[in-house]
């Protein structure tokens, strides 16, 4: 009895594995000969070899006019919505897919990614949540720091209150540049599963895509930000680490357990890289106040 119902999961389970490995279908040619209404070319297929404007076989329709409509902020195009069916039905084998060459069945990655972060941030704006990186000077006043300590407080703080001021504007900018490091490791962690690193980077907008949308959800159905973990989204880590598990599963192709533990080096990689790039740009900063410090002491002094 139980040993059947197990037969009975592990076939539904097969059956769900190799539909969601099955690559995408071959366009068959349209044999039908036509003119074109651009620039007279006769041809068959559905472009002209010419001008490539593609063969219109119905009159315009309100469904026409109301995707173009869209097209203009992104929205609306067929590749939009089968893109992000998939990043949530089959990930890791659509990103393959799309690494494989079949650059025009999906959305764009990047463009993706813009579209979904102006999304989310009119929902926060609509919401009324503040997201953005907000960094309080407040406690660098405190009387115990010498003169040269805040003074490198306040440089610090200057530098940081300019890349906020950069990031904030520029929000995909900002998720892009918060997933460097982690995609480094990432590359790390699978560098005989066959992606280079421009692949490896490309997969993984396209994971900050299928977050992005999941941070959209979370955000709308709790109705509050959740804190940031070591990915740039306003997700719980519950959600974010067994995403990546599910993805990397599929895009590497390893086994469920290899997945769980090189995601999980994947991650603390990556904030040993963070913790790098932190303790580099204090000592930096650091050195060139206390130079500017020291020179101006001895004009003072001497
Ligand atoms: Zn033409």
Known sequence: ?????????????????????????????????????????????????????????KRL???????????????????????????????????????????????????????LTLVFVVECHILGLDISNHIDGAQLQKPSYSTDQKKIAEGLLGVLNAGRNFLDSNPTASIILQYVFFIFAARIVFKKRGLNISETFVAHIYIACQMQLLAIASTLLTLRLSDTSFL?????????????????????????WSSIWRTMLTIGISMVFLLLFIVVLVSVVGIYIASKADVAGNLSGG
């Open 1 to 57: 009895m139980i040993k059947e119902k197990i037969r009975e999961y592990r076939d539904f389970a097969r059956r769900i594995n190799k539909w969601q490995r099955k690559e995408p279908p071959k366009v068959e040619i349209d044999p039908t000969v036509t003119t074109c209404d651009n620039c007279g070319c006769e041809h068959d297929g559905r472009f002209c070899p010419q001008c490539g404007m593609p063969v219109a076989r």
């Open 61 to 115: 329709s309100v469904k026409h006019v109301v995707l173009n409509f869209l097209d203009v902020w992104g929205f609306g195009s067929r590749p939009m919505f089968r893109t992000i069916g998939q990043l949530f039905t089959r990930p890791g084998f659509m990103i393959r897919d799309y690494l494989n060459g079949h650059y025009l069945r999906f959305f764009p990655p990047f463009k993706m990614l813009v579209v």
């Open 232 to 256: 740039p989204h306003n997700l719980s880590s519950l959600i974010v680490i067994p995403v990546l598990v599910y993805d990397y599963h599929q895009l590497y192709d390893v086994k469920w």
